[in-house]
């Protein structure tokens, strides 16, 4: 069986090894599930590799993975990144609504949902 690493570290199995890409993407998978961590990439031989992609053979197989709570901080850390943008349109929209006609507002409308859209 190829060599197997998981953050860096050497994987050994007990008992049955996986025969195929997939088996092994999901034994690992499983395994990382139950310690709140998820897949993040795994390398086939230095080749970017997906579950779904056809199944290969390797000698050197690489994961990376991270904390649930490290995805929900990357995924927060964007939506707050956006939401700044998104705060500073607002306040310039509604200063526009405030001094200009309605209609003249109205027209903005399309690019204000636009700017919306990504936090949608």
């Given at each position: 069986m190829a060599e197997v690493f998981l953050d860096g570290e050497k994987v050994d199995f007990e008992g049955t090894e996986p025969?195929?890409?997939?088996?092994?993407?999901?034994?690992?998978?499983s395994f990382l599930g139950q310690q709140g961590r998820v897949l993040t990439q795994l390398?086939?031989?230095g080749e970017a590799w997906r579950l779904g992609d056809a199944d290969c053979a390797?000698?050197?197989a690489e994961f990376s993975s991270e904390s649930q709570g490290?995805?929900?901080?990357?995924?927060?850390?964007?939506?707050?990144?956006?939401?700044?943008?998104?705060?500073?349109?607002?306040?310039?929209?509604?200063?526009?609504?405030?001094?200009?006609?309605?209609?003249?507002?109205?027209?903005?409308?399309?690019?204000?949902?636009?700017?919306?859209?990504?936090?949608?």
């Open positions: 025969s195929s890409a997939n088996e092994l993407w999901n034994l690992v998978e390398t086939l031989d390797f000698a050197k490290q995805q929900v901080e990357a995924l927060l850390a964007s939506v707050l990144e956006k939401a700044d943008a998104v705060g500073a349109y607002l306040e310039a929209f509604s200063g526009a609504c405030l001094a200009r006609p309605w209609r003249e507002t109205q027209k903005a409308a399309p690019d204000l949902l636009e700017v919306l859209k990504p936090s949608l």
